[in-house]
Structures are given as C-alpha cells and as structure tokens.
C-alpha cells in the first residue's frame, strides 16, 4: 500500500483573478504533468475545461488533478473565486487536509478571500499564503502581509521576501537559509541561481529570521524558553518541525511570494507544501453522525485497515458520463466492490474507478484512504453523500448549503424542449447544490433559483450550448420571506357534523414572533389533558404546513413560534385529522392579525471604486436602499462596504462600470432577511397578484 505520509491533499483558493488557475498550470508544469502551459487569458488553462471558464476567464467549477514532487503525491484541487460559486470552494474545503490562500500582490485581501478564508476556519484547514503578481503594477508584499494581519485576523509566518518589485521584479529571499532565488527572464521556472542575498536587503532579512524563529518556536515551549534565555540555536531541522507543527495547529500561516505568470518563486511554495502542510494521517478525522446529523463520537480513521468510508464531494457529467468525485477517509476500494449509499440505504457497484489529470485520466484498479478519485456510472449519488461498507454503514457529516435567494422563470424556445430540458435540468441539479429548480404549480414555468445573476448566467448558457436547449427567460424574482410582528392570543374550533362520525378539534394557542433565523417553532403548554397528547404532532404538522405560503404575499413564513396552551376533544368526533385542520384554519384565522410583513433578502454588497469615484457610488449606493458600513482606502482605490436589498442590485455590474469608467468591482454575498418598506411591499403585492391573474 501506498505511504500516507507522502499524500498531501491541498486546494488552493482566492477572490476571483488573484491567479489560482495560473497557480494550478504552473503546479502541473513544474511537477511535469504538463509540458505546454497554457494561460488563462488565452483561454487555455487545463484545469478551467468548461466553454463558459475559458470565455471569461474565470473559474466555475473545481477541477481535481493529480501530480507528484519530490516523491510526494499531490491531490490538487483549483477552486473558484467568484462569489456565487462559493458552494465549490466551501464542498473542496470539506475533503482537505491543507490549502494554498493566494492574494494579489496589488489586490491585496480582497471581499471573496475573507469569505473562503472565513470557510476554511470553519473547516479547520491548515494553510500556506502565496502573495501572487508581485511583478504588478502597484504592487506590495509588506501591505497585502499586514492587510493578512488586520482583515483576516491571521498571523502571517514570513518565509521569503521579493526581491525588487514590479517591473524590477527577479526573486525572492529564502528567510529560512538566508539564500537568494534569482530568476533570468526566460519565463523557465527552472532557469533561477541561488546566490547571497544582495547587501541592501541583508539586515532586513536577518530581523524576518530572528522574528521567524521566535515565531515558530512558540509551537515548542521547552525549545523557545532555551532559545530565549540563549542557552541553544535551534538547527534548521528543528525550525521546520516548529513550522509543520505550529502551521497544522493554525497558530500562524507561512507566507511565501512571487510571480505564478512569470514563474517566479513557485519551487519554494512546493516545498513548503511538502514540508509544513498535513498528511491525511495528521488532520483531526472525520467525525460520524446518526441519522439526524448529530455526533456519535465515532470517527473516520484514516487507515487503510479500517471499514471503508468515503464522502461523494462532487457529481461531475462529462463526456465519458456521470463523474461522482470521492475522498477515501478510511479502508480501501477496489473495481467491483459492492458499496453502500448511506442516504439512500442502496448498493452501488464500483464499474471504472479514474484518478484525474483536469481532462485527461488514468484508469485506477484500487484506491485506498487518503486518495481523491472520481468514480463513473454511479446511479444514485449526490453531493454529500457518504459511502460506505455494506456490512459497516455509517454516516460522515454531511455538508450545509446556502438557500438560493434569486430566481427565474424560463422555457424552451422549441415546441419539444420541454423533454429535453428537464433532462438537462436535473443533471445540473445533481452537480450544484445550490442550484434548485421548482415547476409552478398553477402557471406550469419551470423557475430556476439560484446565488446570483452570473450564477444563473451560466448555468442557462451551459443549457443552451453543452445541452442545446434554448431558453426564453424572464426577469429575475426575488426571493421574499414573510414574517409577523405581534404576539397573539386567539382560539378556533373546526367541528363537522354530517351523519355517522363527526370532526371535532379546539385549540386555544399564542402565535409571536420567533428569534430572527429559529424557523417554526412549536411547543405545548396544555395541562389537564384538555387536548390529549397524540395529537400534538398533528397540530404541529397543520400549522407547520402552512408556513409556505404566508398571508401578506403568499411567501414562506420566517422565525414564528406558536404555543398550544388549552383547547377541548370530543371523545368520539376528535381525531389526527380534526386537530391538522383545526391548525390549519387558525394559521389563516391570526396570522393577518399578527402584523405580518414582508422581508427581503439583503446583501452584503463590498465595492471597490477609484477615489475620484467614490462620491457617485455612495450616492448611488443610497439610491438603491443602501446602508454603508464601512469604507477603507487602499493605494489604488477605495473599498465601500454596504447592505442592500438584492433587488436593487440587478444590472449593477452595468451601471458601476459606466459611473467608474470601467474601473470599479464588486462582489456580494446573501447576509440576512431584513423587512421591506411599505412601498416596496405594495408593488410585490401587486406584482404577484397580477401574476396570479394571469394564472
């Protein structure tokens, strides 16, 4: 079997053209994976495959390659930077044991970077930070390190330093050995001499050393005390362990710099990866759950001994069929295994099991814990899923996904498309979580929801030209909420008397408002056996049906508790059924009385504008409903920080770029549901009543 110790299982994540992608082809080439590179401005990177990734140069899905340095295997994973595809960096975060955060050296922490880094707390991944594009105009590695210090809130372990910037610059200072890397300008990652570090950078990289060390040694009390009172100088060897120990325990994160374009200062960073980032055997394991999601107290151990047990992170369709990426946590596979589907309680046979170089692929006869594989011709698995032995079922905590919170309504242009849209449809279901579509009952649309415009964007060119359905697509819906503002007390009765057995069922109960994201609450307080317990789930399941459809707007209904607290039963006409419509009826009867209003979603929107720009983007920013939080100056601009209603926000990358001459950028993010004003609320009203009567 293969060594554990030498797997490192990594992903490497950053705002949106911070250079990943780039990162990733430079990985491959130096590894000797790839012999051409390809750029992504050119569109042809290996790991952006997808029409939509190469035309925009962006990255939508993550892509798993597979590659080898210094007899340690690699499992790589690029992942996207834009932030309606968050869910892709959020599900890589969840099957890795270490990351790569890149930031641009002119860029610096950038919106989308908080939200990943934010991710990859919550997940507990070690990581090393790369300030890329150092070769930039505006470029600064001290800024983006501080900027590391006081965004981030993460403590930056610096272990080179660039040498020149910009245009000039050529290398960087290896802190550890005290050595220069100085690379000619063949663009060769190989063609670099390591030399004495020139003289006016001497004494800095002295004082980084002395700082490193300290550092670094904090993972070792015994050592720094010694250190400290001078009684030893720690050998390289001994720093290094200090580094793995303290990087894997995330007490500080070792910062490395460069050019990924220019290949400059990208050995360093392999070598770190193989030097301080965790084998799968050194990461915490994968805790079990029950049925319910919550903890057993049992754990994944990585091991190949151990049962099988494996989580399907990714469902991927491509031209050789349906790809269900898997990270192995324990036990071993081998082609032909029956395995089961914890979720779904069936058995899937393992037909052809592939390791993944981007687009091209190696046949596998067997896989074993710590590995990243891709499995073809899987019929029932979906993200999240666990799979495990037949004999040893299991459950391995699942992932959450965001709600969508934008939508819209599309058809097929052609008279047949339905078919073969629906098709299509529940294909990209299966690969994207958060993205859901829904059949209108009463008008027969098929509405799509999903994170964001772009969001859906993409997903309707990827119908139009990997499935050839054209769509007629309407204007994007807003995702409403309904809530109330008032406790009430209030009694219904729901009796029928119509020959042979009657309905009977009396509740007397208090409906308010619950905390803001507690959802539907619902608890009994009845005494004296009034209403008789067995029917409690039936009351709860009345008014808990009817929290879909709110009475201002017809909207689900958010944060409402609801207390059973007396009532009456006839010993023979009361049954499940009398109390469910008796809830039923009492949902209709006190929620209007409750003050209910409308809520909208609101975003957490952060934009970046030139300075002599700034005044025109608050100004519109406020026409728009929004709030500004915050602003903070950069060297090359400003950053605003607001909330606002999304439904203020459609078309706005059209507008910004026309107030800022095309320079500003902006990303957001769903932040919480916020009640609408009474204007607002007046034309949703209207606007869903007059699609009502279209109906």
Same mark, same amino acid.
């Not at 140069?57 to 590659?67: H, L, N, P, R």
């Not at 029928?496 to 109960?509: E, L, M, N, P, R």
């Given at each position: 079997?293969?060594?554990?110790?030498?797997?490192?299982?990594?992903?490497?994540?950053?705002?949106?053209?911070?250079?990943?992608?780039?990162?990733?082809?430079?990985?491959?080439?130096?590894?000797?994976?790839?012999?051409?590179?390809?750029?992504?401005?050119?569109?042809?990177?290996?790991?952006?495959?997808?029409?939509?990734?190469?035309?925009?140069?962006?990255?939508?899905?993550? =892509?798993?390659?597979?590659?080898?340095?210094?007899?340690?295997?690699?499992?790589?994973? +690029?992942?996207?930077?834009?932030?309606?595809?968050?869910?892709?960096?959020?599900?890589?975060?969840?099957?890795?044991? #270490?990351?790569?955060?890149?930031?641009?050296?002119?860029?610096? !922490? &950038?919106?989308?970077?908080?939200?990943?880094?934010?991710?990859?707390?919550?997940?507990? !991944?070690?990581?090393?930070?790369?300030?890329?594009?150092?070769?930039?105009?505006?470029?600064?590695?001290?800024?983006?390190?501080?900027?590391?210090?006081?965004?981030?809130?993460?403590?930056?372990?610096?272990?080179?330093?660039?040498?020149?910037?910009?245009?000039?610059?050529?290398?960087?200072?290896?802190?550890?050995?005290?050595? $220069?890397?100085?690379?000619?300008?063949?663009?060769?990652?190989?063609?670099?001499?390591?030399?004495?570090?020139?003289?006016?950078?001497?004494?800095?990289?002295?004082?980084?050393?002395?700082?490193?060390?300290?550092?670094?040694?904090?993972? +070792?009390?015994?050592?720094?005390?010694?250190?400290?009172?001078?009684?030893?100088?720690?050998?390289?060897?001994?720093?290094?362990?200090?580094?793995?120990?303290?990087?894997?325990?995330?007490?500080?994160?070792?910062?490395?710099?460069?050019?990924?374009?220019?290949?400059? #200062?990208?050995?360093?960073?392999?070598?770190?990866?193989?030097?301080?980032?965790?084998?799968?055997? &050194?990461?915490?394991?994968?805790?079990?759950?029950?049925?319910?999601?919550?903890?057993?107290?049992? *754990?994944?151990?990585?091991?190949?001994?151990?049962?099988?047990?494996?989580?399907?992170?990714?469902?991927?369709?491509?031209?050789? #069929?349906?790809?269900?990426?898997?990270?192995?946590?324990?036990?071993?596979?081998?082609?032909?295994?029956?395995?089961?589907?914890?979720?779904?309680?069936?058995?899937?046979?393992?037909?052809?099991? !592939?390791?993944?170089?981007?687009?091209? /692929?190696?046949?596998?006869?067997? =896989?074993?814990?710590?590995?990243?594989?891709?499995?073809?011709?899987?019929?029932?698995?979906?993200?999240?899923?666990?799979?495990?032995?037949?004999?040893?079922?299991?459950?391995?905590?699942?992932?959450?996904?965001?709600?969508?919170?934008?939508?819209?309504?599309? %058809?097929?242009?052609?008279?047949?498309?339905?078919?073969?849209?629906?098709?299509?449809?529940?294909?990209?279901?299966?690969?994207?979580?958060?993205?859901?579509?829904?059949?209108?009952?009463? %008008?027969?649309?098929?509405?799509?929801?999903?994170?964001?415009?772009?969001?859906?964007?993409?997903?309707?060119?990827?119908?139009?030209?990997?499935?050839?359905?054209?769509?007629?697509?309407?204007?994007?819906?807003?995702?409403?909420?309904?809530?109330?503002?008032?406790?009430?007390?209030?009694?219904?009765?729901?009796?029928?008397?119509?020959?042979?057995?009657?309905?009977?069922?009396?509740?007397?109960?208090?409906?308010?408002?619950?905390?803001?994201?507690?959802? *539907?609450?619902?608890?009994?307080?009845?005494?004296? #056996?009034?209403?008789?317990?067995?029917?409690?789930?039936?009351?709860?399941?009345? *008014?808990?049906?009817?929290?879909?459809?709110?009475?201002?707007?017809?909207?689900?209904?958010?944060?409402?508790? !609801?207390?059973?607290?007396?009532?009456?039963?006839?010993?023979? +006409?009361?049954?499940?059924? $009398?109390?469910?419509?008796?809830?039923?009826?009492?949902? /209709?009867?006190?929620?209007?009385?409750?003050?209910?209003?409308?809520?909208?979603?609101?975003?957490?929107?952060?934009?970046?504008?030139?300075? +002599?720009?700034?005044?025109?983007?608050?100004?519109?920013?406020?026409?728009?409903?929004?709030?500004?939080?915050?602003?903070?100056?950069?060297?090359?601009?400003? /950053?605003?920080?607001?909330?606002?209603?999304?439904?203020?926000?459609?078309?706005?990358?059209?507008?910004?770029?026309?107030?800022?001459?095309?320079?500003?950028?902006? %990303?957001?993010?769903?932040?919480?549901?916020?009640?609408?004003?009474?204007?607002?609320?007046?034309?949703?009203?209207?606007?869903?009543?007059?699609?009502?009567?279209?109906?």
């Amino acid at each position: 079997m293969a060594d554990l110790s030498k797997y490192r299982n990594i992903g490497i994540f950053a705002h949106v053209d911070a250079g990943k992608t780039t990162t990733t082809e430079r990985i491959l080439k130096l590894t000797g994976m790839i012999h051409k590179i390809g750029e992504v401005h050119d569109g042809e990177s290996t790991t952006d495959f997808m029409e939509q990734e190469a035309e925009r140069g962006i990255t939508i899905q993550s =892509a798993a390659v597979t590659c080898e340095w210094k007899k340690h295997r690699f499992n790589v994973i +690029d992942t996207p930077g834009h932030v309606d595809f968050t869910v892709e960096v959020y599900r890589s975060l969840k099957v890795l044991d #270490g990351g790569i955060g890149v930031f641009c050296g002119s860029g610096g !922490v &950038e919106p989308q970077s908080e939200t990943n880094w934010r991710y990859a707390n919550e997940s507990k !991944v070690a990581r090393l930070i790369f300030v890329n594009k150092l070769d930039r105009l505006g470029a600064n590695f001290y800024r983006v390190k501080d900027q590391v210090q006081n965004v981030l809130g993460a403590r930056p372990l610096v272990m080179t330093l660039p040498i020149g910037e910009e245009d000039d610059f050529v290398g960087v200072v290896d802190v550890l050995s005290q050595k $220069a890397y100085i690379w000619d300008d063949s663009g060769q990652p190989e063609n670099y001499k390591v030399e004495d570090i020139p003289a006016d950078m001497v004494d800095d990289a002295a004082a980084y050393r002395e700082e490193m060390i300290e550092t670094a040694l904090e993972a +070792d009390e015994d050592m720094l005390m010694e250190y400290l009172e001078g009684e030893m100088t720690p050998t390289e060897e001994q720093i290094k362990a200090c580094i793995r120990k303290g990087t894997n325990e995330l007490m500080f994160f070792p910062t490395y710099c460069g050019s990924a374009f220019k290949n400059k #200062g990208m050995q360093l960073l392999l070598d770190a990866v193989v030097d301080y980032l965790p084998s799968p055997t &050194e990461v915490p394991p994968q805790p079990l759950t029950d049925e319910e999601g919550e903890p057993t107290g049992e *754990f994944a151990l990585v091991d190949a001994e151990e049962p099988f047990r494996a989580l399907a992170f990714k469902i991927m369709d491509d031209r050789f #069929g349906a790809l269900t990426f898997v990270r192995i946590y324990s036990g071993k596979i081998k082609k032909g295994d029956t395995i089961l589907n914890s979720f779904t309680g069936k058995t899937e046979r393992v037909g052809r099991m !592939v390791e993944m170089q981007a687009e091209d /692929r190696t046949e596998l006869t067997e =896989a074993q814990a710590g590995d990243i594989l891709a499995i073809v011709g899987m019929k029932n698995v979906q993200t999240g899923h666990t799979l495990c032995a037949v004999k040893e079922p299991c459950t391995l905590e699942a992932m959450v996904f965001p709600e969508p919170v934008i939508s819209i309504a599309v %058809s097929p242009k052609e008279k047949g498309g339905a078919e073969k849209m629906g098709i299509a449809i529940g294909k990209m279901v299966a690969e994207d979580p958060t993205f859901q579509v829904e059949t209108d009952e009463d %008008s027969g649309e098929t509405i799509l929801k999903g994170m964001g415009e772009l969001h859906l964007d993409i997903k309707v060119d990827i119908l139009k030209r990997t499935y050839g359905v054209e769509l007629a697509v309407g204007k994007p819906q807003v995702a409403y909420r309904e809530t109330i503002t008032q406790e009430i007390e209030d009694s219904y009765t729901h009796k029928k008397q119509s020959g042979g057995s009657g309905q009977f069922g009396k509740i007397d109960y208090r409906i308010k408002p619950g905390e803001p994201n507690s959802g *539907f609450k619902f608890t009994s307080t009845v005494v004296g #056996g009034n209403v008789p317990k067995e029917f409690f789930p039936a009351i709860e399941k009345g *008014f808990a049906g009817m929290m879909e459809e709110g009475p201002v707007a017809g909207f689900p209904v958010l944060d409402v508790e !609801v207390e059973l607290f007396d009532g009456g039963f006839h010993a023979v +006409d009361s049954s499940a059924v $009398a109390f469910e419509i008796a809830a039923k009826g009492a949902f /209709r009867q006190s929620m209007p009385k409750a003050g209910a209003q409308l809520l909208e979603p609101t975003m957490k929107v952060d934009v970046f504008t030139p300075e +002599d720009h700034v005044g025109d983007v608050i100004g519109d920013l406020n026409r728009r409903r929004g709030m500004i939080k915050d602003q903070e100056a950069g060297t090359t601009g400003v /950053r605003i920080k607001a909330d606002v209603p999304l439904s203020e926000m459609f078309g706005y990358i059209g507008h910004l770029r026309t107030i800022t001459s095309g320079r500003g950028q902006f %990303s957001m993010e769903f932040s919480h549901y916020a009640s609408a004003p009474a204007n607002v609320a007046e034309q949703v009203i209207a606007e869903v009543k007059e699609r009502n009567e279209k109906k």
